[in-house]
């Protein structure tokens, strides 16, 4: 069984910043491709970010780029996202993926399993 637990949500004024964290159980961590993801109310559930196994390659939507980065400790089998510069625009459920054999992803269809969520809201 395989377990993602993020935690770091919460409110920030827009321009500010956060850090979430995703600890994985259950599974090789270090070949597993992680990524981000979030859902707006009423909206799909969008790509953020995502990281191969290694670490060494990293992928971000545009909508992100140059505000969030995504990391990850194969020691700790965990995996980052640090968000500056938030914006209202960022308020979304924000969910941790995992994707087997270190690939990357970039579509939900492409999540092999999800965490709970955790909520981010950026008020103006």
């Known amino acids: 069984q395989v377990q993602l637990v993020e935690s770091g949500g919460g409110l920030v004024q827009a321009g500010g910043s956060l850090r979430l964290s995703c600890a994985v159980s259950?599974?090789?961590?270090?070949?597993?491709?992680m990524g981000w993801f979030r859902q707006a109310p009423g909206k799909e559930r969008d790509f953020v970010a995502a990281?191969?196994?290694?670490?060494?390659?990293?992928y971000y939507a545009d909508s992100v780029k140059g505000r969030f980065t995504i990391s990850r400790d194969n020691a700790k089998n965990t995996v980052y996202l640090q968000m500056n510069n938030l914006k209202p625009e960022d308020t979304a459920v924000y969910y941790c993926?995992?994707?087997?054999?270190?690939?990357?992803?970039?579509?939900?269809?492409?999540?092999?399993?999800w965490g709970q969520g955790t909520q981010v809201t950026v008020s103006s």
């Open positions: 993926a995992a994707r087997t054999l270190g690939r990357p992803m970039s579509t939900a269809s492409q999540v092999d399993y």
């Open positions: 259950g599974r090789t961590f270090s070949s597993t491709g």
């Open positions: 990281i191969t196994g290694s670490g060494s390659t990293t």
